[in-house]
């Protein structure tokens, strides 16, 4: 998995590419909460447009960074989800604490970094 | 009945193997996009299941057996790690016995929305044997 990282003002844009599984959830996770470390970012906007597989450990990546933002008054957003990822985000609840938007100018306008 | 038996250590790197290799051996049996990914999600829950608690990161070797009946596919995952001491937690939404691995705790559930039927069969410290249908 390949994972581009963009900043823009105190939102951090991550950019996924390939299979999101338990292999891949470490390096992902690691790179995030670097970026994060800055204490500078607000909000986390996840690009999901060339993710071509995801599990479980994909949801405990969200799940992880959503408490990270949410300890500094922040939030999460992401966009580009297949049906059969959708249907994982809702089932497991990961819908109700993150928003799911269809375009990344939705992402990145609704619920902007608060 | 046509059926295939896959043997691997319990390396994170072969989570996409597995899921890859159960996926090309059903895929002669037609089935729709959304099918054949709820079949690869489910096998890699199981695999990552046996990896990460099974085994909890050390070596060991996981198993995988999947048939085709007609337009079952039937998929046993089994391990010889520590086992489940209590599967209906195990089973529980959110729960996970190794919480400080940022695990979403989902994994079974995911394979009971996604499969038709699973059954877990666990001994503690012999092993786990997760067996899921699905018919199409």
Known sequence: MKTTLEFCDHVLVVRLHGDLDHHLAQHVREQIDSAAATGSIRKIVFDFRQVSFMDSSGLGVLMGRHRLMEAVGGSVALFGVTPRMDKLLTMSGVKTIIAVYETQEQALEKGAAQ | MNEMKLQ?????????????????????????????????????????????????????????????????????????????????????????????????????????????????????????????????
């Not at chain 2, 890699?44 to 999947?66: F, L, R």
């Open chain 2, 8 to 136: 691997f250590t319990s390396q994170s790197q072969n989570e996409g193997f597995a899921r890859v290799t159960v996926a090309a051996f059903v895929s002669r049996i037609d089935m729709t996009i959304e099918q054949m990914t709820d079949i690869k999600t489910a096998v890699s829950e199981a695999v990552t299941n046996a990896i990460v608690h099974g085994y909890e990161d050390y070596p060991g070797y996981i198993t995988i057996e999947c048939c085709i009946v007609g337009t079952v596919v039937e998929i046993v995952v089994s391990d010889s790690g520590k086992g489940i001491a209590d599967i209906e937690q195990a089973r529980q939404p959110l729960y996970s016995s190794r919480p400080e691995m940022e695990r979403s705790g989902m994994g079974f559930t995911v394979m009971e929305t996604f499969m038709d039927e699973v059954t877990v069969q666990s001994s503690p410290g012999l092993g786990t044997t997760v067996s899921m249908k699905k018919k199409l």
